[in-house]
């Protein structure tokens, strides 16, 4: 639980989602995200995925390891 504190954000099971290639990532540093929200929302638009409320839905796998490479 500690690791989930210290944490940006928390990578969701992907069986969530409708549609099975679909990932998301719940957003857990309020104030970071809020801090970065204009660089998120420019990296989401030039990816494909979506902001909703505190968490990003992207399009696929490989997506999902480009934002962890970038924001983790």
Known sequence: MADFK???FV?????LLNNPLEQVVVLSDF?????HFEALSHWCDQNHARIEGMTVTLPDPETLTAFCLRWA
């Open 6 to 8: 210290k944490g940006r």
């Open 11 to 15: 990578v969701a099971p992907g069986f």
């Open 31 to 35: 104030q970071f995200w809020t801090d």
